[in-house]
């Protein structure tokens, strides 16, 4: 079993619509969620990073970390064309020791206009 | 300010042979981490830089080695190349590694195997 799952997509949303992306994990020592998003041909952008459990909203989007169930998730609101990426879920056991992220294989996002 | 510069963006090489690819982080950033992504397994860690040492390594063969210079930018090898080896590199820094939201990835270089 790998340490995280992301729901493979793809995801085809039009625009306005409200999407939830994914993952779940299975190493409890995981203490920072984040999330990136990668446009084709270009590295992985942070979005939205939290530390342990609880929401954290940016705008359009919200990010939710549940520990106890082992899954965290991100929420776009009013969904725009320019969202259209792959959407990649990050973690990491701690700050300070690891010096690793570990990723989700992401889900491919396209908003249609 | 400047991003993180890696070279060459696109490359192809053949079974056999082997390669260098450089990352060059952004200006006060002196942690380096190198990352592969495949299609199949997504982006899966290979090591972390910091002051010229290693600090972590991911579950890679030693055909997978780095180097960190004593201006933080960094190259990835990669010996007797398989056609699996085929990815988008990236590479991401930040200014200590331990603030794991602080890191920037460049824009990779996708090695092509033949």
């Known amino acids: 079993q790998k340490e995280v799952e992301q729901d493979p997509g793809p995801l085809s949303v039009p625009e306005g619509a409200i999407v939830s992306l994914n993952c779940t994990y299975s190493?409890?020592?995981?203490?920072?969620f984040m999330w990136y998003r990668q446009y084709s041909r270009k590295g992985p952008e942070l979005l939205m990073y939290?530390?342990?459990?609880g929401n954290k909203e940016d705008g359009r989007f919200t990010a939710q970390v549940d520990k106890s169930s082992k899954y965290i998730s991100l929420f776009i609101r009013d969904s725009q064309p320019s969202d259209s990426a792959t959407y990649l879920c990050a973690m990491s056991r701690s700050g300070g020791s690891n010096y690793k992220l570990t990723f989700g294989k992401g889900t491919l996002l396209t908003v249609n206009p | 300010k400047a991003g993180v510069t890696q070279t060459p963006r696109y490359l192809i090489k053949t079974r056999g042979q082997q390669v260098t690819l450089s990352c060059s982080p952004i200006?006060?950033?002196?942690?380096v981490s190198w990352y592969q992504q495949t299609p199949g397994q997504g982006l899966q860690f290979l090591f972390e830089y910091f002051s010229e040492t290693q600090r972590n390594k991911g579950n890679f063969p030693g055909r997978f080695s780095g180097r960190q210079f004593s201006n933080s930018r960094s190259e990835m090898n990669v010996s007797t190349l398989e056609l699996g080896d085929s990815a988008l590199y990236l590479c991401?820094?930040?200014?200590?590694?331990?603030?794991?939201?602080?890191?920037?990835f460049g824009s990779g270089t996708r090695l092509t195997v033949v």
């Open positions: 939290t530390y342990s459990s």
């Open positions: 190493n409890s020592a995981f203490q920072y």
């Open positions: 200006s006060g950033h002196r942690s």
């Open positions: 991401a820094s930040s200014e200590t590694g331990g603030e794991v939201y602080g890191y920037t």
